[in-house]
């Protein structure tokens, strides 16, 4: 079955007004010689939501993202973040750009030399040098504790962290300037059920604390039911849809309906339906219940 195209909204067919989105691509081209991994790609990212972006292995998900973030020259196309060019070359443009902006790459990026402080505070360090450095410390510390991560992290080395708690120092740096747009690239990939549904969690939390508009890529699926608002999908060189999840599943696309209806998410399905009453057990999606038990209670 085709989904209609009113059931399926594009870049260019939003809820809300244009101040709204606060990621805007239009016509994004992206080619490494012959290979095209990008032609004339359109996406919308609003203010205040958790998006999801999916697609199979080469679609380019990791490339939009260094394209947004100004780490990657994209061959063709505008981008604007925040209102801001994101292709200027005026260095202005992109430090306002880079200040207002938080990543978290997969495995943490952490400066292995430095201590998890350390490395919280490199930001601090080079956008307010004016602070002292007990200052920053304590920044530094309140971040870490924010990131889920307990206060003796501090002063822990990377290599002394588990895969998890690397994360969570990564998310803590990415945390650091206080940005309202965080992104974040396979946070769950390596972790164990238990610790990517308390990452799924923890972010979820800072999203809604925080007022951020998260842009997350995942294969995770379980993470796509359990937080993200709508989900942008990356096939045949474009986004082809951007809709809630339960849109997104009829959409009838060949790659789509292999991941969205293969064992794997019928088991992330089940486990969506299950958190859905408030006295379900926590798990993998489990905070989504916790969200829908917070909003009835709000209604009460």
């Not at 998310?171 to 972790?191: H, K, Q, S």
């Not at 925080?210 to 039911?225: A, E, M, N, S, W």
Request: hydrophobic share 40%; charged share 25%; net charge negative.
């Amino acid at each position: 079955m085709t989904i209609p195209d009113s059931r399926l909204p594009t870049p260019d067919r939003v809820d809300g007004e244009a101040g709204d989105v606060v990621i805007r691509i239009r016509g994004l081209v992206n080619h490494f010689g012959e290979q095209v991994v990008h032609d004339g790609l359109d996406l919308d990212v609003r203010r205040g939501e958790i998006i999801g972006v999916v697609g199979g292995s080469g679609t380019g998900k990791s490339v939009m993202m260094r394209s947004i973030l100004g780490l990657r020259k994209p061959n063709a196309g505008q981008i604007e973040v925040l209102g801001i060019d994101a292709r200027s070359a005026d260095p202005q443009l992109r430090r306002e750009i880079e200040r207002n902006t938080g990543v978290l790459f997969q495995d943490g990026a952490l400066f292995s030399s430095l201590t998890v402080g350390e490395n919280v505070q490199v930001p601090l360090k080079e956008y307010h040098s004016e602070l002292p450095d007990s200052l920053r410390y304590e920044l530094a510390l309140l971040k870490v504790k924010l990131s889920g991560l307990s206060a003796d992290a501090i002063d822990k080395l990377p290599s002394q962290l588990s895969g998890g708690m690397r994360k969570r120092a990564g998310l803590a740096r990415a945390l650091a300037l206080d940005p309202p747009l965080l992104f974040l690239d396979e946070p769950t990939a390596g972790l164990d059920p238990i610790g990517a549904a308390a990452f799924d969690r923890l972010i979820r939390t800072l999203q809604q604390a925080l007022g951020l508009t998260v842009f997350l890529i995942t294969h995770d699926l379980d993470t796509l039911y359990a937080i993200c608002d709508r989900i942008a999908v990356l096939a045949d060189k474009k986004v082809i849809a951007c809709a809630p999840i339960e849109e997104v599943e009829k959409l009838d696309h060949p790659w789509v309906q292999e991941y969205f209806h293969g064992p794997r998410a019928r088991a992330a399905q089940v486990a969506r339906d299950k958190n859905e009453h408030p006295d379900a057990a926590h798990g993998r999606g489990g905070h989504a219940a916790d969200r829908r038990t917070d909003e009835d209670a709000s209604a009460r």
